[in-house]
């Protein structure tokens, strides 16, 4: 196993992918599933902003399932705490945003996740997953298929005031080895560029 800090910015990566209940630095995130699990990892990407009305969703939720979209790495499921921080600039860690920006967000596909975000802004600001196109991960999809991935409307998180949190729980979306792009869902965030996805915030699901 490698591990390499990045003690300046808070971060701690580890190469490692079968730790279990690992915590990362950067912010807090647990994660506790079975020993084979990858660990959580983050990284800055860039992703487009797509919308669809009509797609893929989880197994969990009765969406396609393994029937359209075969795993890419054959690990699902598992069950994942992330503590989100978001002010008037953009989304970072839980220990404050000296620690630099949260941009990617990395979880299995199929798992259950409980994310808590608190604002510490002036503003109101809150949390939503984009959907993305899943044909860069799946280029043969069968007849029938949807070929747009959201996550569902659980893990949308409404403008929130300032000094308050708001916790959800949610299922990711079965379609992986793609990039979700994340953002404030107040629409006043829209011409910020830490909160409007422009840079590359995005929930990679492996």
Same mark, same amino acid.
């Given at each position: 196993?490698?591990?390499?800090?990045?003690?300046?910015?808070?971060?701690?990566?580890?190469?490692?992918?079968?730790?279990?209940?690992?915590?990362?630095? !950067?912010?807090?995130?647990?994660?506790?599933?079975?020993?084979?699990?990858?660990?959580?990892?983050?990284?800055?990407?860039?992703?487009?902003?797509?919308?669809?009305?009509?797609?893929?969703?989880?197994?969990?939720?009765?969406? $396609?399932?393994?029937?359209?979209?075969?795993?890419?790495?054959?690990?699902?499921?598992?069950?994942?705490?992330?503590?989100?921080?978001? $002010?008037?600039?953009?989304?970072?860690?839980?220990?404050?945003?000296?620690?630099?920006?949260?941009?990617?967000?990395?979880?299995?596909?199929?798992?259950?996740?409980?994310?808590?975000?608190?604002?510490?802004?002036?503003?109101?600001?809150?949390?939503?997953?984009?959907?993305?196109?899943?044909?860069?991960?799946?280029?043969?999809?069968?007849?029938?298929?949807?070929?747009?991935?959201?996550?569902?409307?659980?893990?949308?998180?409404?403008?929130?005031?300032?000094?308050?949190?708001?916790?959800?729980? !949610?299922?990711?979306?079965?379609?992986?080895?793609?990039?979700?792009?994340?953002?404030?869902?107040?629409? $006043?965030?829209?011409?910020?560029?830490?909160?409007?996805?422009?840079?590359?915030?995005?929930?990679?699901?492996?």
């Amino acid at each position: 196993m490698t591990d390499v800090g990045y003690p300046e910015r808070g971060i701690r990566h580890s190469s490692d992918a079968h730790r279990k209940g690992e915590r990362l630095g !950067f912010g807090r995130m647990t994660h506790a599933r079975d020993p084979l699990a990858p660990g959580l990892a983050l990284g800055l990407v860039g992703a487009a902003l797509l919308h669809c009305s009509s797609c893929s969703t989880s197994a969990h939720a009765g969406g $396609d399932g393994g029937a359209c979209f075969a795993d890419s790495d054959g690990i699902t499921g598992g069950s994942y705490t992330i503590d989100l921080v978001v $002010d008037d600039t953009g989304f970072h860690p839980s220990g404050g945003a000296d620690a630099g920006m949260k941009n990617v967000l990395t979880t299995q596909n199929d798992s259950t996740v409980t994310l808590t975000l608190t604002n510490t802004g002036t503003k109101p600001h809150g949390f939503e997953v984009e959907c993305t196109r899943v044909t860069p991960a799946y280029p043969d999809l069968p007849a029938g298929c949807a070929d747009m991935s959201c996550f569902p409307s659980s893990s949308t998180i409404a403008p929130i005031a300032s000094g308050e949190s708001k916790t959800v729980t !949610f299922f990711t979306p079965t379609a992986d080895g793609l990039l979700y792009p994340f953002k404030s869902s107040a629409p $006043d965030d829209s011409t910020v560029p830490g909160l409007n996805d422009s840079q590359g915030s995005a929930w990679n699901l492996m």
